[in-house]
């Protein structure tokens, strides 16, 4: 299915949310530190929101979601709930933000450790994680298929040796938070559905260092690894241009 056509405005609004959502990520790593809550991160994340003009999409009534960024711990792959939980040192942490700027929408995620540098095993999976997204984006010639994207980002997961998420995928973004089509982390080059120039989706590589199945915590929105192993996840919205692919969620 293609998307709808958006105007140049509502894409230059897309590129100065992604801007500001960026520019949060950026002070969000600084402000992070062991023994601050969730819930006191979420908290500093909406304040930023509103001085940047823009508004939480996790929290609005369509979403439904009970803060404004999703804080993935550990073994959290995705939508993670703020909790008065407090971070300590060697935490893996996914951040996943949508903020709506001038009625349109931008989408990304990024995971660090808390309090020190990433070593070993995370350091891998964090590397890898970001990469296969980084290498899926920098393939992108242009108008290309969902399955191009999908077989970038599988190729360097799997040479990784890492779990990749299957059950969860990106998709297109704009407009509304979640829209058409859904862009898989794995896929054979040429199949899938095909992008336009003008596109707009979210690539959002999930890994872990085990296994790929998942579960749905009790809170009905956590999702986390079923065998308990670590989770990484990177995102980024992007615009299909005639010749590649624009970052709208970078500095
Ligand atoms: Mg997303």
């Known amino acids: 299915m293609s998307q709808p056509t958006k105007t140049s405005a509502q894409i230059q609004a897309m590129r100065e949310g992604g801007r ?15 023994g601050m809550t969730e819930l006191e991160i979420d908290a500093w994340v909406a304040e930023q929101i509103k001085e940047h003009g823009a508004e939480a999409t996790y929290r609005t009534a369509e979403v439904g979601f009970p803060a404004s960024i999703c804080i993935s711990v550990n073994d959290q792959i995705v939508h ?9 040192v060697g935490d893996v942490v996914s951040f996943d933000l949508v903020i709506t700027y001038q009625g349109m929408k931008t989408d990304a995620a990024f995971t660090m450790v808390v309090g020190e540098a990433p070593r070993g095993a995370v350091k891998h999976l964090l ?3 970001e990469r296969s997204l980084m290498e899926a984006i920098a393939a992108i010639d242009g108008p290309c298929t969902t399955g191009d994207i999908g077989a970038a980002v599988e190729s360097v997961l799997s040479r990784a040796k890492l779990g990749i998420i299957r059950e969860l995928v990106g998709h297109g973004v704009g407009l509304e938070m979640h829209m058409p089509p859904e862009v898989p982390n794995w896929g054979r080059a040429g199949s899938g559905v095909q992008l336009h120039v003008g596109d707009t989706i979210a690539i959002e590589p999930m890994a872990t260092l085990g296994g790929a199945r998942i579960r749905t915590e009790d809170d009905d929105w956590t999702i986390s690894t079923r065998d308990g192993s670590l989770a990484a996840h990177f995102e980024h919205t992007i615009l299909i241009t005639e010749s590649g692919a624009e970052i709208l969620t970078q500095l």
Do not use: C, N
Request: without cysteine.
């Open 127 to 129: 590397t890898h994680t």
């Open 80 to 88: 993670g709930v703020p909790t008065d939980y407090e971070l300590a």
């Open 20 to 34: 500001r959502l960026a520019q949060i990520f950026a002070e969000l790593r600084d402000y992070v530190q062991p």
